[in-house]
């Protein structure tokens, strides 16, 4: 059984940073790509960043270029997404997930591409 469980998340003033944490398991985590999404309340669950199987290639929404950045670490098993320079239009709920295919493309953005997903973690940023 594959999970995904997310932490980080928090209440950081605009212009503040946060780092968030995506820990695996259940299945050989380095041969997926990972993504992250966030929903804001009354919204659209969104693309925010993946990543390839191997941290190689990654991308972006162009709201968050240059200002988030996503990595993993195959040995522990975890995806990362340090976001700096946070707006208050950041706020929402940001969710892990997981491609289903092997050494499948970060370049997929819906969220119909991606298999699993982890609980959800809150990120508030005021003004």
């Known amino acids: 059984q594959v999970q995904l469980i997310e932490s980080g998340g928090g209440l950081v003033q605009a212009g503040g940073s946060l780092r968030l944490s995506c820990a695996a398991s259940g299945r050989t985590f380095s041969r997926y790509a990972m993504g992250w999404f966030r929903q804001a309340p009354g919204k659209d669950r969104d693309f925010v960043a993946a990543i390839s199987w191997s941290g190689g290639s990654t991308n972006y929404a162009d709201s968050v270029k240059g200002r988030f950045t996503i990595s993993r670490d195959n040995a522990k098993n975890t995806v990362y997404l340090q976001m700096i320079s946070l707006k208050p239009e950041d706020t929402a709920v940001y969710y892990c997930?997981?491609?289903?295919?092997?050494?499948?493309?970060?370049?997929?953005?819906?969220?119909?591409?991606?298999?699993?997903w982890g609980q959800g973690t809150q990120v508030t940023v005021s003004s």
């Open positions: 997930a997981s491609r289903g295919v092997e050494n499948s493309s970060p370049y997929a953005t819906s969220r119909s591409s991606y298999k699993y």
